[in-house]
């Protein structure tokens, strides 16, 4: 949408909106950034600010903006997981191809903590909207319109694995949630190219985790070739797109993948998987149950005092917080966040600032079927290194 087609009453709602966030510290000020979170909630103020609001914390907790560069990122991402920039669209959206049939989903999984996935994948989000910011001219149609991306979703060699490894599926709902939440109004259209029947179950199995707009959006094409060009063709300038997928654009050796800007994928080399050493030697054992939490509680008598954790899991992932307890209030110390304890131990420490209770939970409320066995040793330790508590 652009700002030049707001009626009297949107405007209105736009400026009450910018009163209500007046406190916010935003990323971007402007009014066409506001203007997408109105959208989103049909230009209902309260559930707008709600929305941007919430995002915001998230934003905090992950520290978005201060991303660090791709480059610091983990290598096998870098080097096995097929998404890049290949140009823009007659919209002048920023154009992202993502070869995820070519890619070995398992094997980046058991490479890569899943906070660094997240951390790879919304590090590319940010720098498109960097660069949108800083080149208008090229990815926006005027300075009144709303920045935007267009996806070519290439399933070229996507079979049943891609299904089948449960992690796979969870990081990618959970990764259309985070898009949802935090960058609405940002998908302009998804081509989906290449897919074979069975990509049906996917896409069903994706459908509550995306929008009715979005899901709007989505163009899916099978193996007719000729078809799903001709559909990118009435998108694209040819020299905005890779030869491989009907236009001009190549590598500058002339390779018409243009693998220069995104990878092919590939199965992943074990010499990248995690070593499991998840050694249970001095650790004690609980079982969370599935769809409920463990917490345990621990007196910290000395502020600065320092709590450590080292502690795996048996079964899958389980989502980790510390909170200190203010009257009968869990003030979050150590943020709520799935760990990906099952594939390498979780170890970690906090000063302890204040005195008091201090809450550490282990949550497994998310997984409706499984239960996780919890190996932990969490200690407190003076400054003196002299233990004051263990559980």
């Not at 201060?66 to 669209?89: C, N, Q």
């Not at 090229?138 to 070519?152: A, D, G, W």
Request: hydrophobic residues 35%; proline residues 4%; negative net charge.
């Amino acid at each position: 949408m652009d700002l030049k087609q707001l009626n009297d009453d949107q405007r209105a709602t736009l400026e009450q909106f910018r009163e209500a966030v007046n406190d916010c510290k935003l990323p971007d000020s402007s009014d066409v950034y506001l203007l997408r979170w109105l959208i989103a909630r049909d230009f209902n103020i309260a559930k707008a600010e709600t929305m941007l609001r919430k995002s915001l914390e998230w934003r905090q907790t992950n520290r978005v903006d201060e991303m660090i560069d791709e480059s610091e990122l983990p290598e096998v991402m870098r080097k096995y997981f097929a998404v890049g920039h290949t140009g823009v669209d007659k919209y002048k959206s920023y154009t992202v191809t993502v070869r995820y049939g070519a890619m070995d989903m398992k094997g980046i999984l058991l490479s890569v903590k899943k906070k660094n996935y997240f951390m790879y994948l919304t590090q590319k989000l940010e720098t498109s909207i960097r660069e949108a910011k800083t080149n208008p001219e090229r990815y926006t149609l005027s300075p009144t319109t709303i920045y935007q991306v267009t996806i070519i979703l290439d399933l070229a060699g996507f079979s049943m694995r891609h299904i089948t490894f449960k992690p796979a599926l969870d990081i990618c709902f959970e990764m259309l949630q985070m898009n949802e939440t935090n960058y609405p109004e940002f998908l302009r259209r998804v081509f989906v190219i290449n897919a074979p029947k069975i990509f049906s179950i996917l896409y069903s199995l994706s459908k509550p985790f995306m929008h009715e707009k979005t899901t709007s959006n989505v163009r899916i094409y099978g193996y007719n070739v000729e078809q799903w060009k001709a559909a990118l063709l009435e998108d694209f300038d040819p020299q905005e797109l890779p030869a491989c997928y009907g236009g001009t654009l190549t590598d500058p050796d002339g390779n018409p993948n243009c693998i220069t800007m995104v990878n092919m994928g590939g199965e992943v080399p074990k010499s990248y998987y995690f070593t499991r050493n998840l050694d249970a030697t001095n650790k004690k054992c609980f079982t969370v149950p599935n769809g409920s939490k463990e917490q345990l509680e621990f007196q910290v008598t000395q502020a600065g005092a320092i709590l450590k954790w080292d502690f795996h899991s048996e079964g899958g992932d389980i989502a980790f917080a510390v909170y200190r307890k203010e009257d009968s209030q869990l003030i979050a110390v150590v943020p709520h966040d799935r760990i990906d304890c099952h594939v390498i131990p979780e170890e970690g420490l906090i000063h302890c600032d204040e005195t008091g209770v201090y809450v550490v939970e282990f949550d497994n409320s998310f997984s409706y079927f499984r239960s996780k066995n919890v190996w932990y040793s969490i200690t407190i330790e003076s400054s003196t290194s002299e233990n004051q508590n263990d559980k």
